[in-house]
């Protein structure tokens, strides 16, 4: 079983997308996003903290991604609005990933990650 983000796609310079994870039978810490340029190292984006369900998010997306999780489900969303080119990447969604764990502020034991196949979001005109 793995995570599996979808959702992505190509939209306009200020559009919005919503990427989903489905997490249901993952037990993990902490949830989140990240992303990937070719060439680039990976960049936290979000994250969920199961413990209090605090969100955390990076300087670089802040005020316009927005994620939340259903409970229900188990299954993680990424809203992003006011999207911009440099946000084009490989999404993935990811548990307890040191990235998320640092971002979310996680501070039980380590815990062994997981993260599956991506999105892919473009931006362009």
């Known amino acids: 079983v793995q995570l599996q983000a979808s959702g992505g796609g190509l939209v306009q310079p200020g559009g919005s997308l919503t990427l989903s994870c489905a997490a249901s039978?993952?037990?993990?810490?902490?949830i989140g996003w990240i992303r990937q340029v070719p060439g680039k190292e990976r960049e936290g984006v979000s994250c969920?903290?199961?413990?209090?369900?605090?969100?955390y998010y990076s300087d670089s997306v802040k005020g316009r991604f927005t994620t939340s999780r259903d409970n229900v489900n188990d299954t993680v969303y990424l809203q992003m609005n006011n999207l911009k080119p440099d946000d084009t990447a490989v999404y993935y969604c990811?548990?307890?990933?040191?990235?998320?764990?640092?971002?979310?502020?996680?501070?039980?034991?380590?815990?062994?990650?997981?993260w599956g196949q991506g999105t892919l979001v473009t931006v362009s005109s």
């Open positions: 969920f903290s199961r413990s209090d369900g605090s969100t």
């Open positions: 039978g993952f037990d993990y810490a902490v």
């Open positions: 990811a548990t307890d990933l040191p990235t998320l764990a640092i971002m979310c502020q996680w501070r039980g034991p380590k815990r062994r990650g997981s």
